[in-house]
């Protein structure tokens, strides 16, 4: 049914030079692939190159937490592990028990064993089982089992993402048979039923690419998932919203003063319009960082000695708004009933992700509410007499107008 292509032996040794070009194996992965061999299982792992693309896009996505469906002698896993980013963990489904053990040796042996969880079983179980225990969401997918059960995996994996998450489908081209109509073929028909569900599902942006190489000729279909549809009066993307805007008015009308007006001290919380600022930006980025948890590790704090003109500030804002909202999407992904904890001048604290959003959102009001008072106290005619008025109802309008 597949007649070997004339071209099989170019395709062979490019495979061959690109393996050793880019995708060098060393001797766990070697051995990976010797072992399935000796226990007589299918060739049907991923090659080195593949293997390679795999590692490269997880690294690029900066990929913390890997959901793999089909292990086999875990060849693919181990590519995947060593693309994990630092603290990561990745999770791999396989039916067979003896393959599971197999590649428990394989990638063990490969020095990944630590951050991968095999679980044995027929993987939509599984996938039912990892749903129901509310695990935080997954940033790469790769599906590689049974075509037959193909839309059942997309569908569970699009529950396990947030926005961004990055699902690969290999073997999607099932050899070119994928566009033969008609077949009643539970395994074409299957990869037929997910191309139409792509194409219908609202969040979902994909590319299909067909390859050729060492296994033969086949393909991919990568699957970029995105923002869950939402409410338009979604308190929370209103708070962020408003939140963010309303500082860049304040720092507007900050643009006006002179530099010793910037830095004037005052009794008035953190001191100086400038400080004040700073601290309200700063707070962004800091909370950005906890809410994603570990191990995103916390950025430097932006308060301290060096000084910012309120441009400078602007720009920072931008970062922190977008950097913020991606958090709290993530959060909203994971729950925000999710507990985490938090370390305050040294004292932990148990919080969950909706309260500290709501903490995020609404610091900011409690320091523009300073700077309205410093700005007043400079009687700089054309800024203190013409303050912003900030509300939510005068962003509302301004975002109608
Ligand atoms: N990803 C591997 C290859 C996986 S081959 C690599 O590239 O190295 C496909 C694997 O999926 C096989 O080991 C097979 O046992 C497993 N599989 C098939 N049907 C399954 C099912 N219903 N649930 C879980 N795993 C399944
Ligand atoms: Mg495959």
Same mark, same amino acid.
């Given at each position: 049914m597949n007649p070997i292509n004339p071209q099989q032996p170019t395709w062979d040794a490019v495979d061959r030079a690109l393996e050793q070009w880019l995708a060098p194996q060393d001797e766990a992965l070697r051995a990976a692939m010797a072992s399935a061999d000796h226990e007589g299982l299918p060739r049907i792992a991923v090659s080195p190159a593949q293997g390679r693309l795999l590692e490269v896009l997880a690294l690029a996505i900066g990929a913390r937490r890997i959901l793999e469906i089909? +292990?086999?002698? #875990?060849f693919s896993t181990i590519w995947l592990a060593r693309g994990l980013a630092p603290g990561g963990s990745l999770v791999t489904l396989e039916l067979d028990p003896e393959r599971a053990r197999l590649a428990r040796t394989n990638i063990d042996r490969a020095g990944c064993g630590e951050p991968v969880e095999i679980v044995v079983g027929p993987a939509t179980q599984s996938l039912e089982a990892l749903g129901a225990t509310g695990v935080p969401p997954f940033d790469l997918v790769f599906i590689d089992a049974d075509r037959e059960n193909c839309l059942a995996y997309l569908e569970h994996s699009i529950a396990l993402s947030r926005p961004g998450t990055l699902i690969i489908v290999d073997n999607a081209m099932h050899r070119g048979r994928? @566009?033969?109509? #008609? +077949?009643?073929e539970p395994s074409v028909e299957g990869v037929r039923s997910m191309m139409d569900a792509i194409r219908r599902h609202p969040r979902l942006k994909a590319a299909g690419i067909q390859t050729v190489g060492a296994k033969g000729y086949d393909g991919m279909v990568l699957v970029l998932v995105g923002d869950a549809p939402r409410a338009a009066g979604d308190p929370l993307d209103i708070l962020l919203r408003h939140d963010a805007w309303a500082t860049r008015e304040v720092l507007r009308a900050c643009s006006g003063l002179t530099d010793e007006q910037w830095h004037r001290r005052f009794? @008035?919380? /953190?001191?100086s319009l400038h400080d004040a600022l700073t601290h309200a930006v700063g707070a962004m980025l800091r909370w950005a960082d906890r809410i994603d948890g570990p191990p995103t590790e916390l950025r430097p704090s932006i308060e301290g000695i060096a000084r910012r003109t309120p441009a400078e500030l602007l720009a920072l804002l931008d970062a922190a708004e977008s950097g913020l909202s991606a958090s709290a999407d993530r959060a909203r992904a994971r729950g925000l009933g999710t507990e985490f904890d938090v370390t305050l001048a040294g004292k932990t604290h148990r919080f969950t992700l909706g309260a500290t959003l709501v903490h995020v959102t609404t610091h900011g009001i409690h320091h523009r509410a300073q700077c309205l008072n410093m700005l007043r106290h400079l009687?700089? /005619? #054309?800024i203190s007499d013409r303050? /912003?008025? @900030?509300d939510p109802l005068d962003w509302q309008q301004q975002a109608e107008a």
């Open positions: 089909g +292990t086999l002698a #875990g994928l @566009i033969e109509q #008609g +077949t009643g009794e @008035i919380g /953190p001191g009687s700089v /005619p #054309g303050l /912003p008025e @900030i």
